[in-house]
């Protein structure tokens, strides 16, 4: 067998699925986790979701049977919602920029994403905190592509000098031509989705074989209880264009949503049915998923905090989901609060992840965010994708037979036998190893007391693949094609710094 290099950075994937019988991790009782769901739909009955006053959404409302109030309040009926439960899509599958493979998202698979949205990064150079730029978007996607462990990219962080419909368009483009894996995708102006879509579909080779396979999710924003119009501008053109979305909030529990876990529980839950009731409006059966990040204020200083009730509130969504059948995404794993990259930030990030393993989300699309979401850090993302493997190595779980049980070579050897010259232990030695990179059980001089530090080992299997990695090129035909659909949106075209 040929012996791989001791720098060789790279692994055979491993599939998302969830294998083996063990079960994930029901923080609630049954009993509780329908009494959330309960007092959720209580919540849309008497209480309402508030919309912006946008004639074609409170019609659909109205005609539904939702009590909807002149100023956009709409108040659901149960029967409404647990009818969109049941017909909206379970799964879906996104396929990278060739079109030849997908990632299936339900609540079956966990797939691992850089993201989301910071506006700063660490500069390579001088380590100093700066605003991102587009060609910080194109690095950390570029480096996201030549890791085997991360499944698709999320846009890891925004233009800030271009903060406009365009540069969001900019955004869009950037990771597509950076990356040949599957998008996530979010913006804040309807234009934005639109030129995303145009660009999307040109990728796809036209509208129609864009619905067959979709080349992006996109994600919806909204506020605790409350869709703004361009938040129900994205959902409907996105559900129209065959793409599918996810939608959730981000609640702050004691400021925008009630302090406790089972609260702010409710307030998620919420909003996300909102949208998926809005989906299935649209066109029933498509694809919704929810996605609402359950955080707390931290009573003491004001600022989001309180890890073990977040952590806590990530596996008990998870648990109100399965109930439901529905996926949810996480907005945990892979994201540190603290501001740099040193010991708190790796033991942090590595608690977050590790929780993954009992709440198993569908998609976890915030790895490789410090500072609490607001910088960027490719050294994060390379540590993000050595503990993804050690969560998919938990994920297969145990192989248990007669061979892996191992009776007829032990009866060979008896007691105190030595297995090392054994074909047995050939056969398996790698099955159920995590290979880790940066941990014991790496190479030989990674695991020496003298050797390189944690953090300059991450930093030079980082320079190697700023060094030597290219995701495949965007052919000249498709290029041209995105170019004029930058222009005529009135973004810079790839040529100008978009493309790798």
Not at 9 to 28: F, K, M, N
């Amino acid at each position: 067998m040929r012996r791989r290099s001791r720098r060789a950075i790279r692994a055979a994937p491993e599939a998302a699925t969830h294998y083996g019988d063990t079960p994930p991790y029901d923080p609630l009782s049954s009993v509780e986790a329908q009494r959330v769901v309960d007092a959720t739909l209580q919540l849309m009955r008497e209480t309402g979701i508030q919309f912006d006053p946008d004639p074609r959404i409170l019609d659909l409302f109205s005609e539904a049977g939702c009590d909807v109030s002149r100023e956009g309040r709409v108040k659901f009926a149960p029967e409404l919602v647990r009818s969109a439960i049941d017909s909206v899509a379970k799964s879906v599958r996104i396929w990278n920029r060739p079109g030849d493979t997908s990632i299936e998202i339900s609540n079956q698979h966990t797939w691992f994403m850089p993201g989301m949205t910071a506006v700063n990064v660490f500069d390579l150079e001088t380590g100093e905190r700066r605003n991102s730029t587009r060609k910080d978007l194109a690095t950390i996607t570029r480096v996201a592509d030549a890791l085997p462990g991360i499944d698709g990219v999320c846009l890891p962080c925004k233009i800030v000098e271009h903060s406009t419909p365009q540069g969001e368009i900019e955004e869009f483009a950037t990771m597509a031509a950076n990356t040949t894996k599957p998008l996530e995708y979010l913006c804040e102006s309807d234009v934005a989705l639109e030129a995303a879509i145009e660009l999307a579909a040109a990728v796809r080779g036209g509208a129609e074989r864009l619905v067959e396979k979709p080349y992006f999710l996109h994600s919806v924003t909204p506020l605790p209880l409350y869709y703004a119009r361009a938040h129900t501008d994205q959902l409907v053109r996105a559900v129209e264009a065959g793409v599918p979305v996810g939608t959730g909030t981000f609640t702050i529990g004691g400021a925008s949503t009630p302090i406790t876990i089972a609260g702010s529980l409710v307030h998620g839950l919420a909003t996300d049915l909102a949208g998926i009731v809005l989906s299935q409006l649209v066109r029933r059966g498509c694809f919704c998923m929810g996605s609402s990040d359950i955080v707390f204020m931290d009573p003491a200083t004001a600022l989001l905090g309180a890890l073990p009730q977040t952590l806590l509130a990530e596996l008990a969504q998870r648990q109100v989901g399965r109930l439901l059948g529905l996926p949810f995404s996480s907005g945990n794993g892979g994201k540190a609060r603290c501001r740099g990259f040193g010991q708190e930030t790796i033991s942090e990030v590595s608690l977050t992840l590790l929780n993954t393993y009992y709440s198993r989300p569908a998609t976890c699309d915030y790895l490789g965010l410090v500072d609490d979401g607001m910088t960027y850090s490719l050294r994060m993302l390379l540590l993000c994708h050595d503990l993804v493997g050690l969560l998919r190595s938990l994920w297969r779980g145990v192989h248990v037979d007669d061979d892996t049980l191992a009776l007829e070579v032990t009866a060979a050897l008896g007691p105190r036998g030595n297995y090392l010259a054994e074909r047995h232990s050939a056969d398996h030695c790698r099955s159920e190893r995590w290979a880790s990179r940066y941990f014991h059980g790496g190479s030989k001089s990674q695991a020496a007391a003298d050797g390189p530090e944690l953090l300059d080992r991450i930093d030079a299997d980082l320079r190697e693949i700023l060094r030597s990695h290219q995701p495949p090129s965007l052919s000249e035909p498709l290029r041209r094609a995105l170019d004029e659909i930058l222009l005529r949106f009135g973004a810079d075209p790839l040529a100008d710094g978009g493309g790798h």
